[in-house]
């Protein structure tokens, strides 16, 4: 009877669990708005970005122009204008319009001959008396460098009225490859990305160090005081640390202004909290007896400590700091985005203007460095401790 | 001559580790201290250089207080005890070499040794000493690179660098197997034997405590329970020291 009821409670208690389980699932599900059609939904509009996103605009070459126009009147007035003598070589590009006066939507046909073969261009119109130009059909010459487009008369025209310009002009790139204007700005700041990083955590580091004296109970007296001193060190550390870099960086953005110095800032404070902790533990874990045997041999405090101390905290100290610079260039790329300079500053301004291919850019910039960072500083640490 | 006159330690906590512990050590003596883990043996050797401050009791030595020394006659009198420790106490990341030096920081100018500056002829007795325990080919390597045997002659070699009188042994085969427990001893005894090193070492077995030692004492408890010589110790003193459950186990 007792084991009976004994295996009900167990029985019932498993149902409870899981019963409570599904239902924090249930909840969550909810709470995270979960709609997995969307990802197949919206995925074609997903394409142009990743596209954009997987060809990374990174060099460019100069561009050389080839113009050529002609003349249109609109309305037909009578009397034909003649077009304006080409006063280059015979070689050059030209342009023809037919007929040589249309009206609103009528159709015309332009041809080109003489322009640099197989290259893509655009048919413009300047309407009389404008500045600007109306773009129209795009079009690609053929071997011989000729083109023809059929199109209509823009309403535009006959409204101006008068002899309106028809400028043919291609396009391409010619000449050496170049750095891209975003690979130049991202390669500059993504050096600043690793220096402010470097600096914040030299600067994070030194305040670090004696602090995490404080904080090592193996250091610390075991007096009320000492107890209250490591207690206050430890906490300030755990609170530090539980306040979002993202959070600092805006403080600090605030204090003295966007750029770089408020980025350091905000990570000097998330390093000395890291480091910090680190260093503590670091320093609670030096064993006693290489220190008891070099006091048996007559040595003086300070020979204790750096024939003692210093080789066993040296190198964990030396490969959390290499740790952290790592660590510290990935958030200051975080941070950039709300004013701290670096790198995620350039970045967030291409990504708002959806400049997505210098976006790339960046974004591939930042893979590569952390990933090189990463790799160095962990054979750094083995190669240490 | 060492004197212990009733020696006392009662730790923080209220373990009384000694209890009105004497006797006298004559200089050349090859001393064995034996008892269970927790006797009291540790304790023991560290009151004598100090590492652990007595509660009472006195410890002269040469005529001289060491427990009323002041902390620099106290380093004057460390640098001429040797220690050896059971876990080797080497600094594992620093080179074998440097963990021979530091045995000298008590001789050498302080401010120098802090930037690891170090004589000619302090080098030169660092090799020396390397080639005495045999291990002068791994000068330069890490000291964690080496077998708890060769770490244990670094030990020693760290100790030599002082010129010890009087050399403190605590357990200092308990870490190793039994060939290099011998090995070990073999280099203390030898010191002992023919440079007249006075020697307090503490041991867990009773064959090897008879093998080396010229005179045993055991402490239990605190406690002095035996002090004579190694072939005094029979079944009933055995089981007296070690407990009525306990048996010989031997290391040959």
């Known amino acids: 009877m007792n084991f009976e ?180 700005t991202t390669i500059e700041k993504i050096i600043e990305t690793v220096f402010l990083a470097l600096m914040a955590t030299t600067l994070g580091g030194i305040i670090a160090v004696p602090l995490s004296f404080l904080g090592a109970r193996n250091i610390m007296p075991r007096t009320p005081a000492g107890n209250a001193v490591y207690g206050l060190t430890r906490g300030f550390f755990n609170v530090m640390r539980s306040i979002e870099p993202i959070i600092l960086a805006t403080i600090f953005a605030i204090w003295v202004g966007f750029g770089p110095f408020a980025g350091v800032l905000a990570l000097s404070i998330v390093t000395i909290a890291s480091l910090g902790k680190l260093y503590s533990e670091a320093a609670e874990s030096i064993q006693e007896g290489p220190i008891e045997a070099v006091t048996a041999t007559g040595a003086n405090r300070f020979q204790v400590v750096v024939y003692g101390v210093v080789p066993q905290i040296v190198p964990p100290y030396t490969a959390f700091t290499i740790y952290q610079w790592d660590i510290n260039v990935r958030i200051s790329t975080i941070i950039g985005f709300v004013g701290g300079g670096g790198v995620g500053f350039v970045l967030r301004n291409w990504i708002n203007q959806t400049r997505w291919t210098w976006a790339s850019v960046a974004v591939w910039a930042i893979v590569i460095v952390v990933w090189l960072m990463d790799y160095t500083s962990a054979r750094v640490r083995e190669a240490i401790v | 001559m060492l004197e212990i006159q009733n020696l006392t330690k009662i730790y923080e906590d209220g373990t009384l580790a000694l209890d009105d512990v004497s006797f006298t050590v004559e200089d050349g003596e090859f001393l064995v201290v034996i008892g269970l883990s927790g006797s009291g043996k540790s304790t023991l050797l560290r009151c004598i250089n100090r590492l652990v401050e007595p509660t009472s009791g006195r410890v002269i030595w040469d005529g001289e207080d060491i427990t009323a020394a002041s902390q620099e006659e106290l380093r004057k009198i460390r640098r001429q005890i040797g220690m050896i420790f059971q876990q080797f106490n080497l600094v594992k990341r620093s080179s074998v070499m440097t963990n021979v030096l530091s045995g000298r920081l008590g001789y050498v100018n302080p401010w120098l040794s802090l930037a690891h500056q170090f004589p000619r002829e302090e ?130």
């Open chain 2, 123 to 252: 080098r030169e007795r660092a090799m020396h000493n390397l080639e005495l325990v045999g291990i002068a080919g791994k000068a330069q390597n890490r000291a964690d690179e080496l077998s708890g045997g060769q770490q244990q002659r670094v030990g020693i070699a760290r100790a030599l660098m002082q010129n010890p009188k009087l050399m403190l042994a605590d357990e200092p085969v308990a870490s190793l197997d039994p060939a290099t427990s011998h090995s070990v001893l073999k280099y203390i005894e030898h010191l002992n034997r023919d440079q007249g090193v006075t020697v307090l070492c503490s041991l867990h077995f009773l064959s090897l405590a008879r093998r080396y030692g010229t005179r045993i004492i055991a402490l239990k408890a605190g406690q002095i329970v035996f002090d004579g010589l190694p072939e005094e110790i029979d079944d009933h003193r055995f089981k007296e020291i070690y407990g009525e459950e306990a048996v010989q186990v031997e290391v040959r």
């Open chain 1, 5 to 184: 009821d004994k295996t009900w409670l167990q029985r019932g208690r498993w149902l409870l669990l899981i019963a409570l389980a599904a239902g924090m699932y249930v909840w969550s599900w909810n709470a995270a708005g979960m709609q997995p059609s969307l990802l197949i939904e919206g995925a074609p509009k997903a394409r142009g970005i990743i596209k954009d996103l997987l060809q990374p605009h990174l060099f460019t070459r100069p561009e050389e122009i080839q113009e050529a126009e002609t003349v249109i009147e609109a309305p037909c007035s009578g009397s034909p204008p003649s077009p304006a003598p080409d006063e280059g070589s015979s070689d050059g590009p030209a342009v023809q319009i037919e007929p040589a006066c249309a009206s609103a939507e009528d159709p015309v046909m332009v041809s080109g001959f003489g322009f640099r073969p197989n290259t893509s261009g655009r048919l413009h119109w300047a309407p009389a008396g404008m500045q600007g130009r109306l773009r129209d059909e795009q079009f690609t010459t053929d071997a011989q460098g000729a083109f023809t487009v059929e199109t209509t008369v823009p309403p535009l025209l006959e409204q101006q009225g008068g002899v309106s310009g028809v400028v043919a002009q291609v396009e391409w790139e010619s000449g050496a490859l170049q750095p891209s204007e975003p690979l130049r």
